[in-house]
Nanobody, 127 residues
Framework: QVQLVESGGGLVQAGGSLRLSCAMS????????MGWFRQAPGKEREFVAA????????YVADSVKGRFTISRDNAKNTVYLQMTSLKPEDTAVYYC????????????????????WGQGTQVTASS
């Protein structure tokens, strides 16, 4: 059974930075495409970033492009989301997601293409 555990969330002033981590256990991490999504109160879950199993392909949402970076360390079974220049509108619960992938280029940007999810970590950027 795959488990995803996020960490690194917290409260930061607007303009600050945070790095989220998501550690996976229960299966072979290097076979998984990974993604980050977020959900603010009263809003739908939205795509933030995705990375293929071999890091060949990455995507970030237009709303965070140039500020957020996704990366992974297959030796540590961990995917990261480096967030800089945080804005109040980035405030949300951030979720890590994974899907077993047969392709090194697969990095889905739609939440229902993932089958494993973490419990979420709160990120709050105060103005």
């Amino acid at each position: 059974q795959v488990q995803l555990v996020e960490s690194g969330g917290g409260l930061v002033q607007a303009g600050g930075s945070l790095r989220l981590s998501c550690a996976m256990s229960g299966d072979t991490f290097s076979m998984y495409a990974m993604g980050w999504f977020r959900q603010a109160p009263g809003k739908e879950r939205e795509f933030v970033a995705a990375i293929s199993r071999s890091s060949i392909r990455t995507y970030v949402a237009d709303s965070v492009k140039g500020r957020f970076t996704i990366s992974r360390d297959n030796a540590k079974n961990t995917v990261y989301l480096q967030m800089t220049s945080l804005k109040p509108e980035d405030t949300a619960v951030y979720y890590c997601a994974g899907v077993n992938s047969g392709s090194g280029y697969y990095a889905p940007r739609v939440f229902d293409q993932y089958h494993s999810w973490g419990q979420g970590t709160q990120v709050t950027a105060s103005s």
